[in-house]
C-alpha cells in the first residue's frame, strides 16, 4: 500500500510539473444573444488581454435578432485568433454553451458570459490554479449587483440543488469555469439534451476547485435571461440531477390517504357517539379539490420526466449551424 501510494505522489509531481513547464494554448467561449451593446467594450478588452499563453476565442450567437452577429464577424476580421459561430436559431444558454465546449480548440478551455460580469482578466489566476494541477478552476459568485428578489432566488436555488442533488455541485457557481481539455472531451462526450453544465462539470469529476470573485454588474444591454428561463433552467437542474420531486410527490400521496384516514377516524368516532356526521358540500368539495390537487401535482411531476424522455429518444441534433466566421472550419459544423 506504501509503494502504491508512492507511485500515486509520484505520478502527481510529475503532472504538476510538466503543467508548470509546459506552454498551453486556451480558448475562451462567449455565449451571445442579442449583446450588440456590451459586445465592442467586450471585444476592446478581450483584444488588449494578455494572459500569458496563446489564446483563442470563440462567440456563438445564439439566434440573436439585433446586430450581434455583424459585429461579430468585423471582429473576426480585424482578428484571426476570434472566430463565431452562428445557430439558426436561439437554442438556449446551455445549447450555446455546448457548442462552444464541442467547437473550441486548446489545451484549455474558459467559459464566460459576454456581459463582462465574468472578469476575463480572472482567468490568469485560473491558469495558475491549473498548473497547481486542478482540472476544473470555477468562479464562485459574491456581492452580485442584481435585486435583492434574484439574489434570493439564486440562493434558495442552489442550496436546494445542493441538498436534493445526488452529486455534488459547488453553491452559487455558474458556468464560469477553465477546463482542462480531457474534462472538456468528457463533456463533449455526454449525449443528454437538456444540458446544466454546471452540474454536468460536477458530474464528471476530476479534480476541482473554485474561486471567489465578486460579481459586477452588467456592464451594458439588458439581460436575456427573464424569469421563465430563469425557473426553466432551475427545473432542468433539479430535474437532471435529482429524483427527490420523484420522492416528494410519493410523500405528497402518503400524506393525502393520512388525512383521508384521520377524516375517516373522525367521522366514525362521531358516528359512534350517537351524534350526527357533519352534512354539507364544503368538506366534500375541500376533499375533492385537495386530492384532485395532489394528484396533477404527481402528474405534472411525471410529465416533466416523461417530457425529457421523450426528448432525448427523438435523438435530435442538439444545435444547427447557419453560418460561421474566423478560425472555424467547415469540417467542425458537423455535430
Known amino acids: 500500500m506504501i509503494m502504491r501510494s508512492s507511485g500515486l505522489e509520484c505520478m502527481e509531481i510529475l503532472l504538476m510539473t510538466d503543467r508548470k513547464n509546459s506552454q498551453p494554448s486556451i480558448c475562451l467561449i462567449f455565449p451571445c444573444h442579442n449583446e450588440e451593446e456590451v459586445l465592442p ?18 462567440f456563438i450567437d445564439d439566434g440573436s435578432c439585433d446586430d450581434t452577429l455583424n459585429i461579430l464577424k468585423k471582429a473576426c476580421r480585424s482578428d484571426d485568433r476570434m472566430a463565431c459561430i452562428s445557430l439558426s436559431r436561439n437554442f438556449g444558454h446551455q445549447v450555446a454553451v455546448g457548442a462552444g465546449l464541442k467547437h473550441g480548440k486548446g489545451d484549455l478551455v474558459a467559459v464566460l458570459d459576454s456581459d463582462l460580469q465574468d472578469p476575463p482578466e480572472l482567468l490568469k489566476q485560473f491558469i495558475s490554479q491549473w ?20 439574489r434570493a432566488c439564486y440562493s ?59 460579481r459586477p454588474a452588467r456592464h451594458a444591454g ?10 426553466r433552467l432551475a427545473l432542468d ?19 393525502a390517504a393520512f388525512l383521508g384516514f384521520c377524516y375517516l377516524a373522525y367521522a366514525l368516532i362521531v358516528f359512534m357517539s350517537g351524534k350526527d356526521i ?11 379539490l385537495f386530492l384532485g390537487g395532489i394528484q396533477l401535482i404527481v402528474l405534472g411531476i411525471l410529465g416533466e420526466y416523461l417530457g425529457r424522455i421523450f426528448e432525448e429518444v427523438k435523438g435530435r441534433p442538439h444545435y ?16
Open 222 to 231: 439588458k439581460p436575456s435571461y427573464n424569469m421563465k428561463r430563469l425557473t
Open 41 to 58: 467594450d467586450l471585444i476592446k478588452v478581450l483584444t488588449s488581454l494578455d494572459l500569458g499563453i496563446p489564446m483563442r476565442v470563440l
Open 278 to 288: 357533519p352534512q354539507g358540500w364544503t368538506s366534500t368539495v375541500v376533499l375533492i
Open 156 to 214: 434558495s436555488f442552489y442550496r436546494l440543488l445542493d441538498r436534493t442533488s445526488n452529486i455534488q455541485i459547488p453553491r452559487d457557481a455558474g458556468d464560469f469555469a477553465l477546463m482542462d481539455r480531457k474534462v472538456v472531451d468528457v463533456l463533449n462526450s455526454l449525449p443528454e439534451h437538456r444540458q446544466f453544465i454546471r452540474g454536468l462539470r460536477g458530474w464528471v469529476g476530476f479534480k476541482q476547485i473554485g474561486t471567489k470573485y465578486a
Open 131 to 150: 498548473r497547481e494541477g486542478y482540472d476544473v478552476v470555477y468562479g464562485i459568485r459574491t456581492n452580485r449587483k442584481e435585486s435583492w428578489f434574484l
Open 237 to 255: 437542474g433539479l430535474l437532471s440531477f435529482s429524483s427527490a420531486p420523484l420522492r416528494i410527490s410519493t410523500w405528497l400521496g402518503v400524506g
Open 320 to 335: 444547427v449551424i447557419n453560418e460561421s466566421a474566423g478560425w472555424v472550419s467547415d469540417s467542425d459544423h458537423q455535430d
